[in-house]
C-alpha cells in the first residue's frame, strides 16, 4: 500500500514531523509514495507552502532515512499537467567529460563519461 500526503503549512512542515512520519507508515507497511505540494484550490492559500521548503524536507530525508521511507515529491501541474516531480538539485555540473554530482552533506564527486558515448538516449 502507498501513502500520498500533502505538504500543509504549519501542520506536517517540517523534516522532523515528515521524517516521524514515514517512519510510522513504514512500522505500518505503508510505503511513503507521493508527497503533494498542496493544490492551487481556492481558500487553501494558508495552508500551502512554498516549494523551496518542500525541497529541503526531501533533502532533510535523503541521507537520514531509508530511501525506501522517501517519497517522491510532486507538483499536479494545474490545468491537467499531471503529477510533476520536483526534486532537490544534485547535479554541479554536466558536460561531455562527465558530471559532478553533490550529495546529501555537500560533498562533491566527479564521475566522469564513457570515453567511446556522449549519451545513449537518442535527441
Do not use: W
Not at 501542520?11 to 514531523?17: L, P, W
Not at 530525508?61 to 530511501?67: D, E, I, M, Y
Not at 554541479?92 to 560533498?107: A, Q, S
Amino acid at each position: 500500500m502507498g501513502n500520498q500526503s500533502v505538504l500543509l503549512n504549519g501542520v506536517n512542515d517540517s523534516i522532523e514531523v515528515q521524517k516521524e512520519l514515514v517512519h510510522k507508515l513504514l512500522m505500518c507497511r505503508v510505503r511513503p509514495y507521493y508527497l503533494y505540494q498542496c493544490d492551487l484550490i481556492e481558500g487553501s492559500a494558508h495552508l500551502r507552502t512554498s516549494i523551496d521548503k518542500g525541497i529541503r524536507i526531501i533533502e532533510g530525508l535523503r541521507g537520514h532515512t531509508s530511501g525506501y521511507a522517501i517519497p517522491q515529491y510532486v507538483i499536479d501541474g494545474p490545468g491537467g499537467g499531471g503529477k510533476i516531480p520536483v526534486n532537490p538539485d544534485y547535479i554541479v555540473r554536466h558536460d561531455d567529460g562527465g558530471i559532478v554530482l553533490r550529495n546529501y552533506e555537500g560533498k562533491q564527486f566527479e564521475y566522469p563519461a564513457p570515453a567511446t558515448a556522449k549519451s545513449d538516449l537518442p535527441d
